[in-house]
């Protein structure tokens, strides 16, 4: 029997598997099949408080880990199946095997969706992002066109965003309108850094052959030409989901998904159940924002642990 099993190593994840590790809980922190989360995908973070220099995505993850299994934190690279939190004790499917804890912080993080285009994969971190806030004021985007992907609100606060660095931000759209807000859109359209490119869709990423990013190729649906537009970054903003579906039915969440918290507390609608990061945050999605879910859930999960008579 755990007293608190954290689902995913992330930064979410392992902030609470330190509180909860420094409570003297020792936690079980699973890491499923991302050990670390998204930022070991990441070669620098430049904007988490206390890195002047900046730190590697991989190397701030290992750390993060050791300094909570220093208090005594336990990882497992177990994954879980399904979740039963009908009673208590709850009951996790961790790769077939029974994991059974009084308390759960669900820290599964989202991911974002891909264009599923030739070059995108092969140039992600080499100037393929899906986030503006992390990677637009790298030097390498800087005084560059620049290319952001989608119509919804994201997409025009990312194409806003890196008007900032880029010498102009091409915005491709599938439609001849976008669907972000009115007075988003309103704001965007009369950008003048900002050049809509309606009916389009980018059909592939340049250049794998050079290691980086030098265009795309786009295809326009109304008249079936195929163009290149020269660039050195293409941010993808068509949305993101969160890590949650093997959890539908069993706690609440809003209509995308992302799980939802009681209010001034990390708390599910299940008494002993918590949840941090990403997984329950479509709006900030950053490193910082995610630790610090992540220390409310440890420290939510210990009181009420210490509540029961723990
Ligand atoms: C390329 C890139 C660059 C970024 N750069 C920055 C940056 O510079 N600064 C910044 O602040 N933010 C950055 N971000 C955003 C940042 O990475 C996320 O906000 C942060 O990682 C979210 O942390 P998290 O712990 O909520 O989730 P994640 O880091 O996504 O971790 C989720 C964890 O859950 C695990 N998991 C999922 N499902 C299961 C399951 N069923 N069982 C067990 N484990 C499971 C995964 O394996 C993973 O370990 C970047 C993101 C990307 C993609």
Redesign the pocket.
């Known amino acids: 029997m755990e007293k608190v099993v954290i ?7 392992w902030t609470a598997a330190l509180y909860t590790a420094r409570a003297d809980l020792k936690p079980l922190v ?10 070991t ?2 070669s ?5 408080p206390g890195f002047p220099e900046g730190v590697d ?1 991989y190397e701030l993850m290992t750390r993060m880990q050791k300094q909570a299994e220093r208090f005594g934190a336990r990882a497992s690279f ?4 399904a979740a039963d939190f009908s009673q208590r004790p709850f009951s996790l499917n ?1 790769d077939g095997e029974t994991v059974q804890a009084e308390t759960v912080i669900i ?4 991911s ?1 969706r891909h264009l599923g285009v030739p070059g995108e994969d092969l140039l ?2 080499k100037g393929v ?3 503006a ?3 637009g004021a790298l030097p390498v985007f800087r005084n560059q066109p620049l290319v952001v992907v989608g119509g919804g609100d994201s997409a025009c606060e990312e194409a806003t965003y890196l008007t900032r660095f880029g010498s102009v931000v091409h915005l491709v759209h599938r439609r001849d309108s976008l669907r972000a807000s009115k007075i988003m859109a309103e704001r965007v359209l009369a950008h003048p850094k900002i050049k809509p490119v309606w009916n389009s869709a980018v059909t592939e990423v340049l250049d794998p052959a050079q290691d980086k990013v030098t265009g795309v190729k786009l295809k326009d649906f109304k008249t079936g030409a195929e163009t290149i537009l020269n660039c050195a970054g293409v941010f993808i903003a068509i949305g993101h989901g969160p ?1 949650t579906g ?1 959890f539908k039915d069993q706690i609440k969440m809003d209509e995308n998904g992302f799980i939802l918290h009681s209010l001034g507390s990390t708390m599910t609608n299940v008494p002993g159940v918590f949840v ?4 329950s ?1 479509h709006i900030y ?6 630790a610090g ?2 220390c409310a859930a440890g420290i939510d999960a210990e009181r009420f642990l210490a509540a029961q008579n723990h």
């Open positions: 689902i995913g190593s992330g930064c979410a994840g699973l890491s499923g099949r991302q050990p670390g989360g998204l930022l995908t990441t620098i973070v430049e904007n988490l995505g177990g994954t879980v199946e961790v820290a599964t993080g989202a974002h992600e971190t992002t899906y986030c806030t992390c990677d890590n093997i941090a990061g990403d997984c945050d999605r950053q490193a910082i924002t995610s879910a992540g």
